[in-house]
């Protein structure tokens, strides 16, 4: 069973950063993608930002300039520091895994962490 586990959030004021992490129980190497999605309250799921094994990187428009996923492949944890924080950046952010596909959402999650991003 593959565990992931998301910390970081926070209540933070616009223009703030925060850096999201989430651990795995298994190596980074062993999924083709991590990724990061975020969930409002009355809105769909959308991806935030992915990682691929390869270490190439991709951001939905509305983050590009403002948030950098990276990993750290020692302690099978990737993270999203997150700059320049808008209210609208306001969801819960879940880590994702996929163990057989570059895109698209893969079969294992986490319990999710609260950001909160006030005026």
């Known amino acids: 069973q593959v565990l992931l586990v998301e910390s970081g959030g926070a209540l933070v004021q616009a223009g703030g950063s925060l850096r999201l992490s989430c651990a795995a129980s298994a190596s980074i190497f062993s999924f083709k993608a991590v990724g990061w999605y975020r969930q409002a309250p009355g809105k769909q799921r959308e991806l935030v930002a992915g990682i691929t094994a390869g270490g190439r990187s991709n951001y939905v428009d509305s983050v590009k300039g403002r948030f950098t996923i990276s990993r750290d492949i020692a302690k099978n944890t990737v993270y999203l520091q997150m700059n320049s924080l808008k209210p609208e950046d306001t969801a819960v952010y879940y880590c994702?895994?996929?163990?057989?596909?570059?895109?698209?959402?893969?079969?294992?999650w986490g319990q999710g962490t609260q950001v909160t991003v006030s005026s």
């Open positions: 994702n895994a996929n163990r057989y596909s570059d895109y698209g959402m893969g079969l294992y």
